[in-house]
T-cell receptor, first 109, second 115 residues
Framework: RKEVEQDPGPFNVPEGATVAFNCTYSNSASQSFFWYRQDCRKEPKLLMSVYSSGNEDGRFTAQLNRASQYISLLIRDSKLSDSATYLC??????????FGKGTKLSVIP | DVKVTQSSRYLVKRTGEKVFLECVQDMDHENMFWYRQDPGLGLRLIYFSYDVKMKEKGDIPEGYSVSREKKERFSLILESASTNQTSMYLCATNRDRGDWAGELFFGEGSRLTVL
């Protein structure tokens, strides 16, 4: 069975804090990696793709370590609006996507 | 913008009833998916389709069937609803890129309660 494991959470952090989420995957044939964000009672939406070289989008940095089969997401200077569940998604093909169970983040004033 | 529309946001059905959940996308995507999402279990794939009239079982197909007669429409059918099918159902689509998964676009979800 192809598994994607995420930090159990929940993470409760103060505004302005830096928080990191981790994700491990078991399928070594995985080709594409993503972080999705899901707000309460809403559908998931793509936050960012994760590339081998690592990538950054504003306060968000994603890293991939293929050798260790490990993905991370770093959020700097947390905002209240960052409160959501973050889903790690790993794909071995166009329709072979496996979701982690998600990590809930609450940013506290 | 991609739009994925699910026919019903909230449904309440009785045990044994037949339930249809419809999903329509407007971006000519090849792949369409049905997931269910339950607390503590995450998103689990029920069925997916990579072309008209083509369907493949996901991780939890038991108790469900699907239909894809047109490229833009993918229906999930519960032949005889049971209480353990109470869940949030999410439809998603993406473009077929072979070995590489394109961004998944989700509908707003259909919350089904079976009494």
């Amino acid at each position: 069975r192809k598994e994607v494991e995420q930090d159990p959470g929940p993470f409760n952090v103060p505004e302005g804090a830096t928080v990191a989420f981790n994700c491990t995957y078991s399928n070594s044939a995985s080709q594409s990696f993503f972080w999705y964000r899901q707000d309460c009672r809403k559908e998931p939406k793509l936050l960012m793709s994760v590339y081998s070289s690592g990538n950054e989008d504003g306060r968000f940095t994603a890293q991939l370590n293929r050798a260790s089969q490990y993905i991370s997401l770093l959020i700097r200077d947390s905002k209240l609006s960052d409160s959501a569940t973050y889903l790690c998604v790993v794909s071995a093909g166009s329709y072979q996507l496996t979701f982690g169970k998600g990590t809930k983040l609450s940013v506290i004033p | 913008d991609v739009k994925v529309t699910q026919s019903s946001r909230y449904l309440v059905k009785r045990t044994g009833e037949k339930v249809f959940l419809e999903c329509v996308q407007d971006m000519d995507h090849e792949n369409m998916f049905w997931y269910r999402q339950d607390p503590g279990l995450g998103l689990r794939l029920i069925y997916f389709s990579y072309d008209v009239k083509m369907k493949e079982k996901g991780d939890i197909p038991e108790g469900y069937s699907v239909s894809r007669e047109k490229k833009e429409r993918f229906s999930l059918i519960l032949e005889s609803a049971s209480t353990n099918q109470t869940s949030m159902y999410l439809c998603a689509t993406n473009r077929d890129r072979g070995d590489w998964a394109g961004e998944l676009f989700f509908g707003e979800g259909s919350r089904l309660t079976v009494l």
